[in-house]
């Protein structure tokens, strides 16, 4: 048995990890913490928990935080993440980090694109936990950087086709859309109910959303070479899911038979990713509550150009259902432990 603590319990992100690690055969779920409800039950502030999970949230002290976990799952903003870590790396604790803080490889770009790095050293340990990518590399590692939720829909979208080189590596293009829990829980103008109803908005256009670096970053491990996209991010009237529409140009003449028997063949026993047969295109309702990705890629017959549609739920895939994934692989349980059903039984 696992002993698991959350940090960040009180947020959206570790409200799905508690949804999902209660389930979890191999899991004993010790520790959670919250920064400004610490003293109350978890149950109070989330009731559906109530008579399933009734701990009592603690501060956020790392070392008392340590001594009652093997692994420790990071549910905090980016930079109060990586103050925390190194403390509990150091006590020889496992870290599955749902923050962006280890997901840039190189400080410098972190730097540019969020803030200096506080502990570059841990970079180097850090894995970039998107197992259909980079499963031999994340059994071994002390430390998983869980990917952001829009490069989870982006890269996995774009794989099979940057891999052999079917596509022009400078011609990617990723609109997508996002429910509102992606923002996280803390309260902002811009998540209030009157700002998000009924409305579809772009934001961070122009190549300046946070996300930008971490899709580049993958994709350009991909295709063998530097690439940048067009990414725009866009917000969605409704709770939670992700649907990315990328667009890309071939570099040879191809099909959409031939694209899904590709993407078929690459995602081939991948528990988690559904390639849809011709005339099916994912929804966010199909995947909501579950760690599935399901992809469609086509070819739009008039411009050649091709798209792939993509869609996750932004907590589940895009977040806490992946880190479950992410801790199953670490710990050499079975990957799918503690994830199947959850779409059927959200
Ligand atoms: N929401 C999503 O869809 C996704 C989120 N992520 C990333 O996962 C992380 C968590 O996201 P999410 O759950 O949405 O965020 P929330 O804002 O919903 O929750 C954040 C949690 O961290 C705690 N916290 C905040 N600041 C501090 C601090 N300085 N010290 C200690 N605890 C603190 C909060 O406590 P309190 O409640 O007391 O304020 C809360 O428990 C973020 O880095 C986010 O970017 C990644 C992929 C998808
Ligand atoms: C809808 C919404 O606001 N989404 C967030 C991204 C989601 C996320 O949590 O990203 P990280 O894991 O990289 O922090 C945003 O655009 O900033």
Known sequence: MLNVAIVGASGYTGLELIRILYRHPEVAVTCLTSEQSAGKRISEIFPTLRGRCDLVLENLEPVRVAEKADVIFTALPHKAAMEVVPTFLKLGKQVIDLSADYRLSDPQTYGAWYEPHLNPANLKKAVYGLPEIRRSKIKGAKLVANPGCYPTSIILGLAPLLKQGLINPHSIIADSASGVTGAGRAAKVDSLFCEVNEGYKAYGVGGV??????????????????????????????????????????????????????????????????????????????VRGSNFCDISPLIDSRTGRIIIVSAIDNLGKGASGQAVQNMNIVCGLPETMGLEGLALFP
């Open 209 to 286: 959303h946070r996300h930008t670096p971490e899709i580049e970053q993958e994709l350009s491990l991909l295709a063998g070479e530097k690439l940048m996209v067009t990414f725009t991010p866009h917000l969605l009237p409704m709770d939670r899911g992700i649907l990315s529409t990328i667009y890309a140009a071939p570099s040879k003449e191809t099909t959409t038979e031939a694209l899904i028997k590709l993407y078929d063949k690459f995602y081939s026993g991948e528990p988690f990713v559904r390639v849809l047969p011709q005339g099916s295109l994912p929804s966010t309702s199909f």
